[in-house]
């Protein structure tokens, strides 16, 4: 195991994750650390220790009092905002239930897009304590505004509205004048929280002016430590304590006080009440790091859409995405490059929008692909300075992998080649491209890669040989033909099947079985079309190979790009209206038939981030597959077997929609983090496989181990690595690593799956080990 002192940043980090906590200010440390060293003295006790102790809460209480501008009601120190959020929510229901309100039907209202902690605990306790109010959502504008209409229309039945001072993830800022207009004409005693964690250092408060019941704040949002926060309660709002016990802060919050983190709030609040002190910047000078950072946002990415009005937005907090690249792209060519930015799902192959963005009526594309940048108040020039030229580096590494496109690309040469995976939503597109010829191919793409597939297209100027899908169903959005639409004459003018197939196509090759099937060349190779219906009628499959004296031999195939036909863990569903199982037994005996037990499966369906499979591994795993292929089991059988199949997958809450799945893999050896340079070292002969995609790789090499055999094998082009290296299955030895451990993981488990015996990968990847 480490030991916490190796841990360590990168040098050089550009930290633009604010919004998600910030840096702890030296003067904070200093003052958390002097209280734990020196002041350790608990505030309720009578002696000279506990009177020092009790002067750092009282000091920090009256500066709290000052800088939020809550001249008279409670400051109440908590251990951050969810904790004042639920003390604010627990003690306007408690009121509600002491008030026997006559509301018949009661509400609890709320912004739509508020941090998770306001509904989560608003739910949580209208259950617990028994409320029965609706928990309702106040609508937001596309610029993020709440709707002052719907609170008119709905707070005369309000047992509490909970708004917020500024958005964690757009920064956009409510008038809250208009706000308390609003509420209070129609109900001048509803309770109203209004969340200021975002505000604080940013936007002046005098909450002693307004008619706000509750604002909690968070001291690691403002450069304090994770753990300490403060609950301004008005002097007539009600109260419940949160946690009772001891009796301290008043009897509002038991338990003895987080001292060194109040002292940090101390030195925080000292340096924030300083007029002559310029650790935190003027709104100007935050509005022109704003610009500054725009600007190069701007030039280095032409399709960038901001998802906010930097109007109605505080200046620290820039949300873009930009189209055609997913936020996960972005967030990794970032990190690589060592600039902490948000967004992006941190699941592999779930896409998960924002549902603030959703809220605002983003659309699909901008709420999945965007990233929260965010510097904070106190930020400096030359961190802004640093984070534009850090920017600039990382985005001419996505331009080489014709991620983005710029003036650059006609001069340079893509190290794009071969295979790759794309993934969305569990789905594969797999895009082969050839590019010595510069030709590619497109098979069984998703609306939401089109962007991504036409940029790689021109950045290269690659000539389109098709784009495909293996089947369609009835309702699916045609995806090949929108690419083919929008590509224009970078595809050959042509007439095209259904699923994207040249009319034109009359070269014919046969199959190791004899049959005759349509084939276009991309570059050396043919891509084949087999018919393999079941799964739909329409359903195909295309097999890539080297074709000799107008010959597919089993043994020259590459790739088999099975459909929902074949996939990893299972068979593809045969139920639907159009679904045939008795055609789906015939195309799998034809499959096994014409390719070879070895030959590389590729299906459109990931679920497990598996990537490829052959009929040798499936039939080990699945009897019902190895039976029809052996033929030993009648085609009433296996259809009465499949048919019991799909219904489990109907049952199951999963995504599987398409086929059946089962996982099997075996766990890959773990070199931990702390181990692997002495790993390398012992192991002399062993390739480090660094996985990360090639702008990441591009961007942050790692030359710490420049002595090792180190290789970039994407793990979107690990399919191919497995093609390519075949016959290294039992002698070479490999340790897979990427950023943090999840794709060096699915890297290792493919390898070991499809016979890589030797593999090894680095839970906490580089960001463990540098
Ligand atoms: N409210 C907002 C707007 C936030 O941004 C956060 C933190 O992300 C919270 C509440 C929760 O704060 P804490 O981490 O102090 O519990």
Request: charged content about 20%; glycine content about 6%; hydrophobic content about 40%.
């Amino acid at each position: 195991m480490l030991k916490l002192t190796d841990i360590q940043p990168q040098q050089n980090e550009v930290y633009l994750d604010n919004n998600a906590t910030t840096p702890v200010l030296p003067q904070a440390a200093e003052a958390a650390i002097h209280t734990m060293n020196l002041c350790y003295g608990n505030p309720s006790s009578s002696h000279m220790t506990g009177i020092r102790a009790k002067y750092i809460l009282d000091t920090t209480r009256s500066l709290a009092r000052q800088v939020t501008g809550a001249t008279n009601g409670e400051i109440i120190f908590t251990s951050g905002a969810t904790e004042g959020i639920q003390t604010s929510i627990i003690s306007a229901l408690n009121a509600s239930r002491d008030n026997n309100h006559n509301i018949a039907k009661p509400v609890l209202l709320y912004g739509a897009t508020e941090h998770k902690a306001v509904p989560e605990t608003l739910k949580h306790w209208n259950q617990m304590l028994n409320i029965g109010a609706e928990v309702v959502a106040i609508p937001v504008d596309s610029n993020g505004i709440l709707d002052q209409q719907f609170i008119a229309e709905h707070a005369a039945n309000a047992l509490m509205v909970c708004t917020m001072i500024a958005n964690n993830e757009t920064g956009v800022f409510q008038d809250i004048k208009a706000l308390e207009d609003v509420i209070r004409s129609n109900n001048p005693d509803v309770l109203w929280m209004v969340d200021c964690v975002q505000g604080l250092g940013k936007i002046d408060l005098e909450l002693s002016k307004t008619t706000i019941d509750y604002a909690p704040f968070s001291g690691h949002k403002l450069y304090g430590p994770k753990g300490i926060g403060v609950l301004y309660v008005r002097e007539s709002a009600p109260y419940t304590p949160f946690i009772a016990g001891g009796g301290q802060e008043s009897g509002l919050r038991s338990g003895t006080e987080n001292l060194p983190g109040i002292a940090s709030l101390n030195a925080i609040f000292r340096l924030l009440a300083d007029e002559n002190d310029d650790t935190f910047k003027s709104h100007e000078t935050l509005l022109a790091y704003r610009t500054q950072l725009a600007d190069v946002l701007n030039e280095v990415f032409p399709g960038i859409v901001y998802n906010h009005d930097f109007d109605c937005s505080l200046p620290t907090t820039l949300n873009f995405s930009v189209k055609g690249l997913s936020g996960k792209d972005i967030m990794n060519l970032f990190d690589a490059a060592k600039i902490r930015v948000s967004g992006g799902s941190a699941c592999s192959s779930k896409v998960a929008g924002s549902f603030v963005l959703d809220a605002m009526g983003k659309s699909k594309w901008q709420s999945e692909g965007a990233i929260r940048m965010s510097f904070g108040p106190a930020s400096t020039q030359q961190e802004i300075d640093n984070a534009c030229e850090a920017i600039r580096n990382a985005v001419s590494a996505m331009q080489n992998s014709c991620l983005i496109l710029s003036d650059a690309n006609d001069s340079f040469d893509s190290t794009a080649n071969g295979l790759q995976q794309w993934i969305y939503d569990a789905q594969c597109t797999w895009c082969y491209i050839d590019k010595a010829a510069k030709e590619v191919i497109l098979i069984d793409p998703v609306p939401e890669l089109v962007s991504k597939f036409d940029t790689l297209v021109s950045c290269q100027n690659y000539k389109v040989k098709a784009v495909l899908s293996t089947h369609k169903h009835a309702e699916q959005v045609d995806a090949p033909a929108i690419i083919r639409e929008l590509l224009g004459d970078k595809m050959s003018a042509d007439e095209f099947d259904q699923l994207g197939w040249s009319n034109s196509a009359k070269t014919e090759v046969e199959l190791a079985n004899g049959d005759k099937a349509s084939a276009l060349s991309i570059g050396e190779k043919m891509l084949v079309k087999v018919a393999t219906p079941g799964h739909t009628d329409n359903s195909v499959t295309y097999i890539l190979g080297t074709v000799e004296n107008g010959k597919l031999a089993s043994e020259a195939i590459d790739y088999v790009f099975s459909g929902d036909a074949i996939q990893i863990g299972g068979i593809g569903r045969s139920d639907f209206a159009v679904s045939d199982s008795d055609a789906l037994y015939d195309s799998i005996q034809k499959l096994a038939a014409i390719t070879n037990s070895q030959s590389l499966i590729c299906p459109a369906h990931d679920y497990k981030q598996l990537f490829t499979t052959t009929l040798s591994i499936e039939s080990l795993n699945n009897s019902l597959l190895a039976a029809v292929i052996k033929g030993d089991i009648s085609k009433a059988e296996f259809s009465a077997e499949k048919a019991d199949m799909d219904k489990q997958i109907e049952h199951s809450a999963d995504t599987q929609l398409c086929g059946n799945i089962k996982e099997s893999i075996d766990p890959s050896i773990d070199v931990t983090p702390d181990k692997l340079v002495s790993f390398l070292v012992e192991h002399d002969d062993v390739v480090v496989l660094d996985v990360r995609e090639s702008h990441e790789y591009e961007a942050n090499r790692q030359e710490y181990l420049a002595d090792q055999k180190l290789v970039n094998i994407p793990l979107s082009q690990i399919t191919e690595f497995v093609h390519d290296h075949s016959n290294d299955k039992t002698d070479a030895s490999y340790v897979c690593i990427c950023r943090s451990g999840a794709r060096s993981d699915a890297a290792a488990k493919t390898l070991k799956r499809m016979g890589f015996e030797n593999v090894y990968h680095v839970p906490g990847g580089f960001a463990l080990v540098s």
